[in-house]
């Protein structure tokens, strides 16, 4: 009985490896240049190309002035970065509705990919997200919708028990949703739990950067299932956080462009980062139009020289502590809003 356990669960795996594999190369296979030069990445199952930049909705909501968030954006999409990312809960708000205006006009909504997250887990609160979304982004639908922040144990059963994933599938019948997806920072456990529920995403958003690779990896345990599922990757926390500069290239001794470079070594469709001034654009888009693939053995140096302070989460305070969970999910969960 062991052997033949044994056996089978191996025979999982190496399915697994294999269609992961397969997957991986797809999408490098079907990137391509833009007619701006940024190369695109189909999106898992949904089968369409996107930049492999895609423009964090956080840090855009955090320029300081309206005006010079617009101008980022509309720069930032005439460069090629066709994917925006957003959230319900960025700035209260704030970071959807100037979103929303930098793209109500020229024809500029029909240009890019969009991205908004539901922070709420039942039926009612994401009908609720839903609508003050569409209206704050000015459009009738999202590209893709993804539930927010599934980083405490129990986000997974709430999703489907509350009734999240039901207004979801509703969303999308009703043609105000195309794709579902979730993201989270945490633990690659509970990636992996919803990866497990009996739905087939269409995305998941998750961080990849050098450290992870030594500490609750979410590039090793949970990228191989995506790929084998075709869920399309969205990778996060390239820099590791922290200051606009990063946590990384700040107290982890790799500059922005490996990280930024490593992480899209990764089979990612699209990487989010954190654009907050025109010169933040300008060089992660020289990044993009140059990138090449980081070789095995530079990726091996690399991963050797961190290994030590990359394995005790002291880079990733948004998987070892409670400093990067919204405000709003730690009152879902009953703790209190302070930094922990």
């Not at 909504?109 to 839903?130: H, I, P, Q, W």
Request: hydrophobic fraction near 35%.
């Amino acid at each position: 009985m062991e052997y033949k356990k044994t056996r089978r669960e191996f025979m999982q795996a190496s399915t697994t490896v294999a269609g992961s594999m397969a997957f991986s190369s797809a999408i490098f296979g079907q990137a391509s240049g833009s007619s701006t030069g940024i190369p695109t990445r189909v999106l898992g199952r949904t089968g369409i190309p996107v930049s492999i930049l895609c423009l964090g909705g956080w840090h855009i909501g955090a320029v300081q002035q309206k005006t010079e968030a617009i101008r980022i954006m509309h720069a930032a999409l005439d460069e090629g970065i066709t994917f925006f990312d957003n959230a319900w809960d960025y700035h209260d708000g704030r970071s959807e509705e100037w979103m929303g205006e930098a793209l109500a006009s020229g024809g500029k909504r029909a240009k890019v990919f969009l991205m908004t997250k539901n922070c709420e887990r039942d039926y009612a609160g994401s009908m609720k997200n839903l609508e003050e979304s569409l209206r704050r982004l000015k459009t009738d639908h999202l590209d893709l919708w993804q539930f927010h922040e599934m980083v405490y144990d129990n986000d997974p059963d709430w999703v489907f028990e509350k009734g999240g994933l039901k207004a979801a599938l509703e969303a999308q019948k009703a043609g105000k949703v195309r794709f579902i997806g979730f993201t989270g920072h945490k633990d690659p456990r509970i990636h992996l739990r919803m990866l497990h529920k009996p739905h087939d995403w269409d995305t998941a958003q998750m961080p990849i950067n050098v450290m992870d690779a030594h500490y609750r990896s979410f590039q090793n345990e949970v990228v191989p299932v995506c790929l084998a599922k075709q869920v399309g990757v969205i990778g996060m926390k390239s820099l590791g956080g922290g200051s606009p500069r990063g946590r990384i290239p700040t107290q982890g001794g790799v500059s922005a462009q490996d990280c930024i470079r490593f992480a899209l070594t990764q089979p990612v469709s699209t990487l989010v980062v954190g654009i907050q001034s025109m010169e933040d654009l300008k060089q992660d888009v020289a990044i993009a139009r140059d990138f090449k693939a980081m070789p095995e053995s530079e990726k091996t140096t690399l991963l050797s020289r961190i290994r030590e302070e990359g394995s005790d989460g002291r880079h990733e305070l948004f998987k070892s502590t409670k400093a990067f969970d919204g405000p709003h999910h730690r009152r879902q969960h009953g703790f209190d809003t302070g930094v922990a």
